[in-house]
């Protein structure tokens, strides 16, 4: 994105409400904490970089190997 000008479209409030819009539930309420606390703590508007971040975050968190549900489960029946 960042070598393709007209890309930048991405960064507007609209198209960024259309990818959060299909986050679940949960990552929606986690992205909502996430862009306070950068407003908070850094004073800045997020734009499309941080949101793809944030899935990536995310995604690597729900498929790590030793701490994925399925994992946790499996070493409670031990």
Do not use: C
Request: hydrophobic letters at 40%; a positive charge; proline letters at 3%.
């Amino acid at each position: 994105m960042m070598g393709i000008h007209h890309m930048t479209i991405l960064n507007h409030s609209p198209n960024m409400q259309m990818i959060v819009q299909k986050l679940q539930t949960y990552l929606q309420n986690k992205w909502r904490e996430h862009v306070m606390k950068l407003g908070k703590y850094e004073h800045r508007i997020v734009n499309f970089s941080d949101i793809v971040t944030f899935v990536d975050l995310a995604a690597k968190s729900a498929n790590d190997p030793i701490y994925i549900k399925q994992a946790i489960s499996r070493s409670y029946q031990v």
